[in-house]
């Protein structure tokens, strides 16, 4: 029985690291030299990019694309994957469909701000990130277009 036990966990990671089977997700979306950031209502009510967890049988781009419009109002389209970070979470590079928020954002968000470099370098300085040590400011270099490679090969962890 064993063996069948490993071989099941072997095929379910298998298809977790595929392109794009079920995930958590969010986008990075810029527009410009902003950046699109939410403000959560619960975990410190910290900063972070739209996103969250899948429903478990969708593509993490349509998670993504869902929890983009779910918290911040924002229709998107999905772009490239930016990077995979802390237990799977996928980023990807998002375009906006149109420059207007179509609804308010849900229950788990206070603010929804573009925030230009220095905002985000504030923000930081202050601790007001929810992963500040890492993906904050990967969001900066992304946004500045600074070292995009280097964080696909130093963030991916599966």
Same mark, same amino acid.
């Given at each position: ?16 690291? #595929? ?16 950046? &699109?950031?939410?403000?959560? #209502? ?6 972070? %990019? ?8 969708? =593509? ?17 389209? %999905?772009?490239?994957?930016?990077? #995979?970070? /802390? ?13 207007? =928020?179509?609804?308010? =954002? ?13 905002? %985000? ?18 969001? &900066?270099?992304?946004? &500045? ?7 696909? /090969?130093? &963030?991916? %962890?599966?």
């Amino acid at each position: 029985m064993l063996p069948v036990l490993v071989l099941s966990f072997i095929v379910a990671a298998g298809a977790t690291a #595929t392109a794009d089977g079920p995930s958590h997700a969010g986008c990075f979306v810029s527009n410009g030299t902003t950046m &699109l950031a939410i403000k959560l #209502t619960y975990d410190g009510n910290l900063f972070d %990019i739209p996103g969250g967890c899948t429903d478990g049988r969708e =593509p993490a781009t349509r998670t993504a694309e869902r929890e983009t419009f779910e918290e911040s109002g924002y229709e998107v389209s %999905i772009g490239e994957l930016l990077a #995979t970070v /802390r237990g799977g979470f996928r980023i990807y590079k998002c375009y906006l469909k149109d420059s207007v =928020p179509h609804k308010n =954002p849900d229950h788990e968000v206070s603010q929804v701000r573009w925030m230009d470099a220095s905002e %985000i370098e504030g923000h930081l300085q202050h601790h007001e990130w929810r992963f500040q040590d890492d993906q904050a400011c990967m969001y &900066l270099d992304f946004l &500045l277009g600074r070292n995009h490679n280097d964080h696909n /090969r130093r &963030l991916l %962890i599966v």
